[in-house]
Structure formats: structure tokens, C-alpha cells
Nanobody, 116 residues
Framework: QVKLVESGGGSVQAGGSLRLSCVGS????????MAWYRQVPGKEREVVAV??????PSYIASVKGRFTISEENGYTLNLQMNNLKPEDTAMYYC???????????WGQGTQVTVSS
């Protein structure tokens, strides 16, 4: 079974950095679409960064220039977060879609807390 496990979250002061990682297993190839989402209690989960199978990244406007999404060897998805702001505080989840129209897989999340 496909499994995704996030790590790297924690508590930092505004202006600090964190690097999140999502290690996948249970598949040979799952790179149709890879993404990081975040969710605050009481709000909808929102996409933060997306990486398509051709390596093209896209970001939500509020994190452009501060976050970088990348992948290593088809199994590890990373999110480098720099100049963190309190508004970045959320539970961060990774998501992978292996094929068009197929199932999407989610990790359990890793908490990021940014204090002012």
C-alpha cells in the first residue's frame, strides 16, 4: 500500500526556516502530481506548492519566493520554507497522485508553528 510520512515540522520564530520532507513507499512510480497542502483548524485545507511530473513547480501567492518544493529519486518530496511568518502556522500534508484520474495519497501531517 502507498504510504506517505511527513517530517521536519516544529516551532520556530518568525523569519526562521524549516525543511519538511515526505517519504513515500509502496509504489514504483508516483509522480503525476506531487504537492504540499496545509490546514488550520476550522479552515479548509489549501494547496501550498505543487510539482508536476515534468518538474515544473507552482506556488500559492503568499509563499512565492519563500518556499521551494523539490523531489528526490521519486520517493522523497521536500518543502524548504524560508522567512517563515505566523500566517504559515498550520498542519502540513504531502500528497501524491500517481496517474491522471487515479487515487491521491496523503500523509498524516506535520505541524509547523511560527511565533511572532
Amino acid at each position: 500500500q502507498v504510504k506517505l510520512v511527513e517530517s521536519g515540522g516544529g516551532s520556530v520564530q518568525a523569519g526562521g526556516s524549516l525543511r519538511l520532507s515526505c517519504v513515500g513507499s509502496g509504489y514504483t512510480s508516483c509522480r503525476y502530481e506531487m504537492a504540499w497542502y496545509r490546514q488550520v483548524p476550522g479552515k479548509e485545507r489549501e494547496v501550498v506548492a505543487v510539482l508536476d511530473g515534468s518538474g515544473r513547480p507552482s506556488y500559492i501567492a503568499s509563499v512565492k519566493g519563500r518556499f521551494t518544493i523539490s523531489e528526490e529519486n521519486g520517493y522523497t518530496l521536500n518543502l524548504q520554507m524560508n522567512n517563515l511568518k505566523p500566517e504559515d502556522t498550520a498542519m502540513y500534508y504531502c500528497r501524491r497522485a500517481c496517474t491522471y484520474g487515479g487515487s491521491a495519497y496523503w500523509g498524516q501531517g506535520t505541524q509547523v508553528t511560527v511565533s511572532s
